[in-house]
């Protein structure tokens, strides 16, 4: 904007100027690079001179009429009323004029306020793509990062998978290694058999060739020369090999192994004895074991089991034991071995039931004998849940405070901030630069005090002077009555002329003194009321007096009235 | 314990007679024949040559002596000392002479397994049983002298054959499933023939004595299989001792396997005790003994004596590493025996030849291990009680019995190392055998000259020296 101001301002005098104005629009066609080439040429000249008398160096005596219709024109296609007061007259509106002035400069206060957020808002967003962007390379490093580490992994799993083919691979060969080995033990056993086969067949050969050489020959040798012979061991003389002996030593054979078995019966059986007497004995033993409990599952199991006992004990009843226990034929065997469970079964129940009762009353001695432990632990648990309970309530008074410390500033600004996921820390300073914050405020409230103190002082100051300048308005009004038209005529002009400039940097400055005070402190709605309120007060008896007579100056007063009033509304 | 005098003796050729009243033994070409209880020389015979093998017949009356270089058989009556017979193989040569159990034939086996020859004393009749296999052991009789079993081999075939041993009548002949049969053994009751194969392969066959195949057992394939089987004496267990360094047990009802015996030289188990010999001084603990001992150094430990000491388990046994790739490796269970009364079993596993393994039947479990100073020569049990006696080819004979184990110093001149031992039938004396020389051994029931008595009440474990003079 303010760039703006600069390059807007030369282009009335290239106007005027009317080579220039040629030069100008033709260098402004050639290129935008070259017109600022030109500003930039051009700009030194007027900014070496005060900007006063720039300003004057574009209205001089010469071109007022010319300026007054450019600016005229390029109010008019700027939207704003005519200065002249009729469409096609020469006449200035000066009404109009000053209420475009004012406009213009609202429309200035605005912009610059405009700017003003626009830049803050600039720097804002220029933070936030600040914190943006290192966000973002934060990311694209983790990102990288994490990047690295899935090759990595992927790496790692590679080799793995690789190790892992190796190792199967590996695995493999060994297998069709025993597998080979196997074989060519296999082959070997085979090809060691056959060799072994063909050797001895061949050694056979040998051996029958050696038999007959050795043998056949009538190898006086071969004798056995003897005394005399002996008598058999038993006595009798050796018989003749004939069926009959075959016959009987097939006989004393089967005799042998037969004896050899019914020994082997006979142990069997002695065995077999001796394990049902122990059986029988079991089984009385475990009947006298179960008495009470005997009643009970045979009237459960009724349907079941039951009759087979019963029955089996009708049978026992009848048959005398001893023989019962001899039988062996299947029907019996099933039913001992029936009924053998089923009180094997009563007795396991039994057993387990004597066990759970025993570990029952182990378990209650435990308890009896845990009682002073149990007490101590009992009160020590009260002790840590008493201490937990204090833990809690520090806890919760922290709570608390941290909370009061929290909400006694909650402004919109804080909640927006709190709302804002702001880590910790920055909260943290925030709050810390909320008790500057706060710290100035007071200090502003202190100076604004001040400031109300010294409008009022200047309203009364006010006051007198009015009243001052009200007896002196009398007595001129009363000394020069005769050519009051003409006073009224150039007071006019010179109102216009002098108040255009004069104003206009009157307002300025006090605009310049005003601002850092506006922006500094910021009075609530009310006292601002009140300082305005003070104000007319004080002014408007003698406004009031002052229309009738003139309108010009108390209007100007009201004007930069108006005019701070509205600043300090509008700040 | 008492020692009787050392006397003559060469081949390690003394045998008591089975009623036990006489006593054999060879002197180079001599047959001398001693009463037990005077030791005097009842008879002397001379045979044609250096005596190689000696067997009394079952009734005691007879005694043969072979000589196999000769090719000829000597036997002697000790009833008719003049009586003489000798049986010349001629050509045919011989490498095996036996009695058969009534004592009045005698088979011979002739060079490269051509024929065995059953001479009869009785008769002119001779018999030839032909294709004897060539094995670890193809002759086995029952007990009660009925039968005997034959390995044989034909057309690269395994059979067997049974032969009634009062008339050489064939019996049964029969085919096994064997590669190449290694040895039959019956079983004492004389029902049941175990025939095992090659040591290549793991694999015992039971026949019974009518020829039906009772049972196969095979513990493994493509490892060596069996080196040693033992029966019990009641025919209930079958314990087969193979290169796995391991023991089955069979059982006689079902034939399977009862439980498996391991070998190993850490033994871990603090309820097995285990009887270290030690030497009594002090100065030659330094002496650390080799494998195989040498002659000065068996010399050496000639005098010294020793005693068990009760190792505190676990401990470690010598341990020796076989040769892996030469035939007949020393690893495995070479010997198994039964106590007599069948409590017992007494294991030598031949990777740890210094030590015996004693396991209780009754409980199937390892009970005591000895560690011997020297590798051990033969051990053998009292034919009347569960009493192991041992032998490591020096001058002490060991006796283990449950109540604890003594080793005795022999109290002979010279260098007497006992390289071999057989108990009387009576159990009370056995024959101790050195190279050179024999004495006896009488065991009383008062044992007075014990040297060192190791005595071990199962529960206590406590060691007693006692020095009794």
Redesign the interface.
Known sequence: MGDWKTITVPAPSSVLDSKNTSQYTSEKKMSPSSLNMQQVLRLPLPSSKSTHSFFSAFCTEENVEQSISYLNRELTTLGFPSLYAESKGKELNLISILNCMNELLVLQRKNLRAQEEVEMQHLKLGSDMDHLQNCYAKLKEQLEASKREIVGLQERDRQLQCKNRNLHQLLKNEKDEVQKL?NI?ASRATQY?HD??RK??EY?KL?ER??QL??N?K???????????????DGKR??W?TDK??AR??E???K??LR?YE?CQKQLLVENAELRKVLQQMKKEIISLLPPQKQKPRERSEDGIGPVLSDLEDDVGELNKENMWELSCETVREQLTNSIRNQWRMLKNHVEKLDNQVSRVHSGALTDKDVISREDHELETEKLELEIQHCKEMIKTQQQLLQQQLMSPCDDDTTVLLQDCYLLEERERLQEEWKLFREQKKNFEKERRSFTEAAIRLGLERQAFEEDRGTWLKQQFLSMTCDSKYSENVKTQSATSGSSDQDNHLMNTRSQQKKPRSLSSVPTSAELCQTIQDTPYSSSPCAISNKTTEESKPNQWEEIYKEETEKCFKM | MNFSEGFKLSGLLCKFSPDGKRLASCVQYRLIVRDVNTLQILQLYTCLDQIQYVEWSSDSLFILCAMYKRGIVQVWSLEQPDWHCKIDEGSAGLVASCWSPDGRHILNTTEFHLRITVWSLCTKSVSYIKYPKACQQGIAFTKDGHYMALAERRDCKDFISLFVCSDWQLLRHFDTETQDLAGIEWAPNGCVLAVWDTCLEYKILLYSLDGRLLSTYRAYEWSLGIKSIAWSPSSQFLAIGSYDEKVRILNHVTWKKITEFEHPPIIANPKIIVYKEVEKSATVETQKLSFPPTRALASSLFSIPSKYDVSQVPMSLQYIKPVADRANPRIGIGTLAFSPDNCFLATKNDNTPNAIWIWDIQKLKLFVVLEQLCTINSFQWDPRQPRLAICTGNSKVYLWSPAGCVSVQVPMEGDFQVLSLCWHSGGDSMALLSKDNFCLCYLEREESNIHVLCKQSRHERKVVSLEMK
Do not use: C, F, S, W
């Open positions: 196997q033990i058999n072994m086969k001895e067949r056979n051996k050696l038999h050795v043998m020959k190898d006086k040798k071969i004798a056995m020369e003897v005394l005399n012979y002996v008598g058999r061991v050796g018989g090999r002996t075959e030593n097939e004393e054979m089967y042998a192994l050899d020994q």
